[in-house]
């Protein structure tokens, strides 16, 4: 397994941007797919992006377009650029580690907060 820290969130308006990271330990890295969910007060945690170990991305449709995963394997990191954030988006951001054989998210980061408010 490997170790995740997200770092990134905070108090921002709408239509601001951030941009999210993960830390990751390990060696193998590269060989995970890393993805990034998030969870709502009151919500269940949803699927938000995530990125193969070769580039290839896939997003939650309501983000596609705003948001964009990308990984740096040489830093052992992965981020998410949010952009146009809308009050919607306000949640905990979970950063999460896939082996590639695998189809469950086996580490999972603490997490950090984003809300956005006028």
């Known amino acids: 397994q490997v170790q995740l820290v997200e770092s990134g969130g905070g108090s921002v308006q709408p239509g601001d941007s951030l941009r999210l990271s993960c830390a990751a330990s390990g060696r193998t890295f590269s060989s995970y797919t890393m993805g990034w969910f998030r969870q709502a007060p009151g919500k269940e945690r949803e699927f938000v992006a995530a990125?193969?170990?070769?580039?290839?991305?896939v997003y939650k449709l309501s983000v596609k377009g705003r948001f964009t995963i990308s990984r740096d394997n040489a830093k052992n990191t992965v981020y998410l650029q949010l952009n146009g954030l809308k009050p919607e988006d306000t949640a905990s951001y979970y950063c999460?580690?896939?082996?590639?054989?695998?189809?469950?998210?086996?580490?999972w980061g603490q997490g950090t907060q984003v809300t956005v408010s006028s």
């Open positions: 999460a580690a896939r082996r590639t054989d695998s189809l469950n998210y086996s580490s």
């Open positions: 990125v193969n170990w070769d580039g290839a991305t």
